[in-house]
């Protein structure tokens, strides 16, 4: 008994359509068998065809796992040196003009250096008014007036 062809290729879509939703390049090898497999289903048994699968998916799996896993450390490392925590504290002492004043208890915005940002002050900021970059918070600001810096 064989596996009609079109059989793997539904596997393969599969597969891959799965890889696209999980991103964990295992799914993605797996399609590439099964693809593969599907060739293979045109003139050969259903041994031989399972043969191939277990076959290609090892060797893919095997081959390719250390640059996955590299790819999924860089991807998770965060930014590249320069665009991270070293480019946001390079900010402290910038100064920045205020776009818009903060509601009570809010967060009024920045901008430094040509981009907007949030911010915080202790004392009360108005629009136009030119500030200075005291800290940096994740994505936050502390500013000052530059008068009183």
């Not at 599907?38 to 065809?49: G, I, N, R």
Request: with cysteine; charged share 15%.
């Amino acid at each position: 008994m064989s596996v009609p062809a079109w059989l793997w290729l539904v596997a393969a879509l599969v597969l891959a359509a799965c890889e696209l939703a999980t991103a964990t390049f295992v799914l993605m090898w797996l399609a590439v068998a099964a693809l593969c497999t599907a060739a293979v289903a045109l003139v050969l048994p259903l041994a031989v065809q399972v043969a191939c699968f277990v076959l290609v998916s090892t060797a893919s799996l095997f081959l390719t796992r250390r640059w996955a896993r590299r790819w999924r450390q860089n991807r998770t490392a965060g930014p590249p040196p320069g665009v991270g925590e070293s480019a946001r504290q390079s900010l402290i002492g910038s100064r920045g003009v205020v776009v818009s004043a903060p509601e009570p208890g809010g967060l009024a915005a920045v901008r430094v250096r040509g981009e907007l940002w949030s911010a915080r002050s202790v004392q009360a900021l108005r629009p136009g008014q030119v500030v200075r970059v005291l800290a940096v918070d994740s994505t936050v600001l502390s500013v000052v007036p530059e008068a009183e810096s």
